[in-house]
């Protein structure tokens, strides 16, 4: 089966970003196919690259970068959200003249169309969040 | 490929989180894609649709007034669950009077709303094929 995947709360805040990640690679487990991940809300914040979390509790956004580059994950990271919250590509910080740029390896910065699109394409979105 | 049914589920107060918020750009931009689109309103987010929304005691924007443009981006079906009125002592006046023009009745202004019971927002929504919970 193909699913989109939604994911509206932030890492270590929330249980919903940790059930996300472990369905995804569950799912991918089972020969499935995640058609897109899409960040939103607070969820955009499992895209940063600059998290530091204690060395003995899990790793979430190097997971995921893990993750994507094993499977080819598309994890989409939504603009309007993330420029609320900082996190932002090169090509983003450029635009907006900031000096740095934190996101993480495997995830893209896009528009809410992809997440409605993704919903199109699938054969079932899950929405994890509060 | 066939148009999918779309439903948006609005749970939490407008203010307080950005839940409403966020949740109505994503309907907003949702309109774009020709999909079947409704909306549900239940527990506190019955309060996002509420009349007489002022924010001007909290620092932030209003935003009410974009949820009476949504019948001119073909958003015209908006479910508000009756249970989530009665718990907090509302009624169907205590709304906002979201209407759309009906291109196929001479553009006849309507009423968006309509306010079902539970059991009757569980049959809508099992009818859903995508369905976004905020």
């Not at chain 1, 939504?78 to 450029?94: F, L, P, T, V, Y």
């Not at chain 2, 649709?49 to 073909?74: C, E, H, M, P, V």
Request: charged share 25%; hydrophobic share 40%.
């Amino acid at each position: 089966m193909k699913y989109t995947v939604m994911i509206n709360e932030g890492p270590y805040q929330h249980q919903s970003a940790d059930t996300a990640l472990q369905f995804v690679r569950a799912a991918l487990a089972k020969g499935h196919e995640i058609y897109r991940v899409f960040f939103y809300h607070d969820g955009v914040n499992n895209g940063t690259c600059l998290s530091v979390p204690p060395s003995d509790d899990r790793q979430i956004q190097k997971e995921w970068s893990e993750l994507a580059k094993e499977h080819e994950l598309d994890l989409v990271i939504c603009i309007a959200a993330a420029q609320r919250r900082g996190i932002m590509d090169e090509s983003e910080a450029k635009r907006q003249g900031m000096d740095a740029h934190n996101i993480a390896d495997g995830f893209r910065i896009s528009g809410l169309g992809q997440l409605i699109e993704g919903g199109i394409q699938a054969d079932r979105t899950i929405v994890f969040g509060d | 490929m066939a148009i999918k049914k779309f439903m948006y589920v609005n749970r939490k107060a407008p203010y307080g989180t950005v839940y409403a918020l966020e949740s109505l750009e994503v309907v907003l931009i949702a309109a774009a894609f020709d999909q079947d689109v409704s909306l549900a309103f239940l527990d506190d987010g019955v309060y996002q649709i509420a009349k007489g929304q002022d924010t001007t005691g909290i620092g932030q924007k209003n935003f009410s007034a974009t949820y009476r443009a949504l019948g001119d981006y073909d958003i015209n079906k908006i479910f508000v669950e009756q249970e989530s009125l009665d718990a907090r002592g509302m009624t169907a006046d205590d709304l906002m009077p979201l209407v759309y023009e009906d291109e196929d009745d001479d553009w006849a202004e309507k009423p968006s709303i309509s306010i079902v019971s539970r059991t009757e927002m569980a049959a809508i929504m099992a009818k859903q094929d995508v369905t976004f919970s905020f």
